[in-house]
């Protein structure tokens, strides 16, 4: 019951803790002790030795564990036409410890696509090694949930849905631009479908004038329409989360207030789900996945440290499948284990643990 196309049985989100060397190349980059090309040497080093790491482990897909990145959105999302990064306050908060306040907003037209850097990031990756190369980028939600309206000025786009629109349309053509790079296995990352599960954020979206019951709708638009030109051998794959950042969150409610849209409405191949507290709720909304998708289970976290019981991940993959078949799920972390450059709270032995019981588990359950 193995897999041969993505995602594998044993797969992982996609970002690494950052190694102590390439954390002091930037620290020395921000303070101009060292030019871009070395802090790309550096980079390129260390996103080698990664590779080779995931390779020994046994993980079938590969990335650059996101090392040319501050943050797991902010940096791709930055680079579109149209598009500005600039620092500014953070209305929606983690509970405890604030990320750097990283914020984007439209400072002209979208739809436009003049290249991007992260299709060179994959290049590498790709000619780096002989496994499944694979891309994540945030989901085309992370532009606007965040900030609302305050993201995108009346002056550019006084209607609200030629802006979902001509989003999605840069994301057709980035998407497009990776697949001819040669990326058969893209993975968009969505935290805002699992946020509008928590009601507390469905009420700052009420307060700020929007509806959270049409959002998930006009996201599942913008990313069917950001797919829409993509080669039939091409996987693509949304990770759901509830945030992530030095292991603290933002949003808690299982999946059932957008359950029906997210498996039936977005044209997405498979999930890569957070399951691996209470926060994320129980299994039943997977009752709705259809017969032709594949579900990754997030159960082993990526928060702490400590080990899993492999008995215990097996026990809660046996009661998934009284919602859905044991051939359309696998096993991975329930999120990343650096969304942003500083981490989450676990040193590298611990995630190189956490990802080698996986294949480990992963051959145990599926053969």
């Given amino acids: 019951m193995q897999r041969k ?3 594998f049985r044993a797969d992982h989100v996609g970002s690494l803790l950052r190694p102590t060397a390439l ?4 620290a020395k980059r921000e303070q101009g002790e060292v030019s871009a090309h070395d802090l790309e040497q550096i980079e390129d080093r260390e996103i080698e030795k990664a590779i080779r790491k995931q390779e020994e482990i046994g993980l079938q897909a590969v990335t ?3 090392f040319r990145r501050a943050f797991w959105n902010y940096d791709f999302l930055g680079k579109l036409d149209g598009v500005e990064a600039y620092l500014g306050e953070r209305k929606i908060k983690f509970e405890g410890v604030q990320p750097r306040p990283m914020m984007l907003r439209v400072a002209g037209k ?8 992260m299709i060179e990031h994959f290049k590498f990756v790709q000619s780096h090694t002989k496994r499944m190369a694979k891309m994540t980028i945030p989901s085309p939600s992370s532009l606007h949930f965040r900030y609302g309206r305050d993201a995108v000025p009346e002056s550019i786009y006084p ?3 030629d802006f979902y629109r001509d989003l999605g349309n840069s994301y057709r053509k980035a998407t497009r631009a990776f697949a001819e790079a040669g990326c058969r296995y893209l993975q968009l990352d969505e935290v805002n479908f699992t946020y509008l599960c928590d009601p507390k954020l469905r009420e700052v979206v009420a307060n700020r004038g929007e509806d959270p019951q049409a959002l998930p709708h006009v996201y599942a638009g913008m990313i069917n329409t950001a797919i829409s030109d993509l080669p039939d051998d091409m996987a693509v794959t949304m990770h759901l989360c509830r945030g992530n950042f030095r292991s603290s969150f933002v949003a808690s409610g299982g999946y059932e207030p957008v359950a029906e849209i997210l498996f039936n409405e977005v044209n997405i191949n498979a999930y890569f789900m957070e399951y691996d507290t209470a926060r994320a709720g129980g299994f039943e909304p997977l009752r709705l996945v259809p017969r032709s998708k594949v579900v990754v289970l997030g159960l082993v976290t990526s928060k702490r440290g400590a080990l899993e019981s492999k008995d215990e991940i097996k ?4 009661e998934a499948t009284n919602f859905i078949s044991l051939d359309q799920l696998c096993l991975s972390p329930q999120c990343g284990f650096a969304s942003s450059e500083e981490g989450n709270i676990l040193t590298e032995d611990e995630q190189w643990a956490k990802l080698e019981m996986i294949v480990e588990l992963a051959e145990e359950v599926w053969g």
């Avoid at 954390?23 to 930037?26: E, F, L, P």
């Avoid at 979208?110 to 850097?117: I, M």
């Fill in 5 to 7: 196309k993505p995602p």
């Fill in 23 to 26: 954390k002091q190349a930037r």
């Fill in 64 to 66: 650059d564990g996101e």
């Fill in 110 to 117: 979208l739809g436009a696509f003049t290249g991007h850097p």
């Fill in 159 to 161: 209607v609200m849905d």
């Fill in 315 to 318: 026990r809660r993959i046996d």
